[in-house]
T-cell receptor
């Protein structure tokens, strides 16, 4: 079983839509959690860290469910510029990246 | 603030040849990472340095890959000899300290094609 698993998508949504991604992780001792964004042929960039209490940054909300070992990312009011691959990252002694979920926001 | 620098940006080699990649992290960042990202997959950690010491190299194929970080700043990653399955983007990242919560900043990567 992979350490971090994500639905590869693609998720094709219209502008203004709300979209949610989930990510599951295998090690219950995982200590820190992140969402990174990667544009086509570019390097990953941190979108947000994920905290147990949940956290929000503008249109983006991240949640952590330790009991079920998953994290989620909710994007509200999608913009064309949100089109990218979203990578789930989990740390237990080292960083493990998921394979990413591709989002296409259409006009 | 200057970001993570990597060179070269692209490299094409024949299998069994050798290749080296260079990374200059953000000034003052103690931790440096090398990742391999194969097309369609997420980055896989190859090696992590804290200053000039190795923290983790458990996923580095040591029979052909080597890395060093002299003086705790720049780093080089070498592949010798290369195989077809080494075709990937090699990403260097750095973070301020070694905390699990530290943000990693990635360089633009080196795209390696092995023919």
């Amino acid at each position: 079983r992979k350490e971090v698993e994500q639905d590869p998508g693609p998720f094709n949504v219209p502008e203004g839509a709300t979209v949610a991604f989930n990510c599951t992780y295998s090690n219950s001792a995982s200590q820190s959690f992140f969402w990174y964004r990667q544009d086509c042929r570019k390097e990953p960039k941190l979108l947000m860290s994920v905290y147990s209490s949940g956290n929000e940054d503008g249109r983006f909300t991240a949640q952590l469910n330790r009991a079920s070992q998953y994290i989620s990312l909710l994007i509200r009011d999608s913009k064309l510029s949100d089109s990218a691959t979203y990578l789930c990252v989990v740390n237990f002694n080292k960083f493990y990246f998921g394979s990413g979920t591709k989002l296409n926001v259409k006009p | 603030e200057a970001g993570v620098a990597q060179s070269p940006r692209y490299k094409i080699i024949e299998k069994r040849q050798s290749v080296a990649f260079w990374c200059n992290p953000i000034s003052g960042h103690a931790t440096l990472y090398w990742y391999q990202q194969i097309l369609g997959q997420g980055p896989k950690l190859l090696i992590q340095f804290q200053n000039n010491g190795v923290v983790d190299d458990s996923q580095l194929p040591k029979d052909r890959f080597s890395a060093e970080r002299l003086k705790g700043v720049d780093s080089t990653l070498k592949i010798q000899p290369a195989k077809l399955e080494d075709s990937a983007v090699y990403l260097c990242a750095s973070s301020l300290g070694g905390s699990l919560a530290d943000t990693q900043y990635f360089g633009p990567g080196t795209r390696l094609t092995v023919l």
